[in-house]
T-cell receptor, first 116, second 116 residues
């Protein structure tokens, strides 16, 4: 149990376009989903936390208008990178947390975004 | 603020031997959780083991055990009988209880290489 999927696994887009990444909890209800960004050989950096049905909480320094997060249901959250630029190229990972404790986060396989 | 420190950027171990990956943490909270995740080259974050701050016994999960020393604020991961498939990045993370969202703070990671 506790499987989280992400789609797409890899995406290449042109500068100026928008890209949507989906994160789904396949076999459990996730009250909270998290979006991380990871640069090569670096640790995970939390971008935002989203709770189903409410607005996402962004970490300091993360542009809300650039990284749009929607958590429409207990099994789906989406991250849209708007007007992408080469500096947005990165590995984006989502995680989902169950309603019940100990609240460990189950991670998706990640999405490799390359902006040309 | 919470902080996780992993002082070993890289570690090498011979197959079938045991290895300890260091992790120290800093928090003023009394209730917290400590996690270890494995990230192979594919990028997926794999949950390994969890230790709660009030747990009196060290957590164990198969070949993984967590050497929890609360007074020293350390939560080292011990991998016994290393296998070639254990080669990966390992991240220590801390979750602080309380508040509406259970965010994780990650260390910088340790790259473990298992030699045949």
């Amino acid at each position: 149990g506790a499987v989280v999927s992400q789609h797409p696994s890899r995406v290449i887009c042109k500068s100026g376009t928008s890209v949507k990444i989906e994160c789904r909890s396949l076999d459990f209800q996730a009250t909270t989903m998290f979006w991380y960004r990871q640069f090569p050989k670096k640790s995970l950096m939390l971008m935002a936390t989203s709770n189903e049905g409410s607005k996402a909480t962004y970490e300091q320094g993360v542009e809300k208008d650039k990284f749009l997060i929607n958590h429409a249901s207990l099994t789906l959250s989406t991250l849209t990178v708007t007007s992408a630029h080469p500096e947005d190229s990165s590995f984006y990972i989502c995680s989902a947390s169950r309603l019940a404790g100990p609240y460990e986060q189950y991670f998706g396989p990640g999405t490799r975004l390359t902006v040309t | 603020a919470q902080k996780i420190t992993q002082t070993q950027p890289g570690m090498f171990v011979q197959e079938k031997e045991a290895v300890t990956l260091d992790c120290t943490y800093d928090t003023s909270d009394q209730s917290y959780g400590l996690f270890w995740y494995k990230q192979p080259s594919s990028g997926e974050m794999i949950f390994l083991i969890y230790q709660g701050s009030y747990d009196e016994q060290n957590a164990t999960e198969g070949r993984y055990s967590l050497n929890f020393q609360k007074a020293r604020k350390s939560a080292n991961l011990v991998i016994s009988a290393s296998q070639l498939g254990d080669s990966a990045m390992y991240f220590c993370a801390m979750r602080v209880s309380g508040g509406s969202n259970y965010k994780l703070t990650f260390g910088k990671g340790t790259l473990l290489t298992v030699n045949p």
